[in-house]
């Protein structure tokens, strides 16, 4: 998995703004991610999971890394 998440994060924003939850209902990026609404396209949640479990995997590797420094 790659070192940043930046990329997944642009395609979602920009799948998001396309959204009728951005658009439509005048949300914020940040309310239609966190959201499970009838009016974000299947892809835009394909990509929310997508990029949270990247974020997730980072989060994982850096706890992993610090914990074994005891040796």
């Known amino acids: 998995m790659a070192k940043s998440c930046k990329g997944l994060a642009v395609e979602?924003?920009?799948?998001?703004?396309?959204?009728?939850?951005?658009k439509?209902?005048?949300?914020?990026?940040?309310?239609?991610?966190?959201?499970?609404?009838p009016c974000i396209p299947s892809e835009c949640v394909g990509l929310r999971e997508t990029y949270f479990n990247c974020k997730r995997g980072q989060l994982d590797m850096r706890a992993r890394i610090r914990g074994n420094k005891g040796y």
Request: with cysteine; glycine share 0%; hydrophobic share 30%.
């Open 24 to 37: 439509v209902e005048k949300k914020s990026f940040r309310e239609c991610a966190k959201e499970k609404s």
């Open 12 to 22: 979602l924003v920009k799948c998001l703004s396309e959204s009728d939850c951005v």
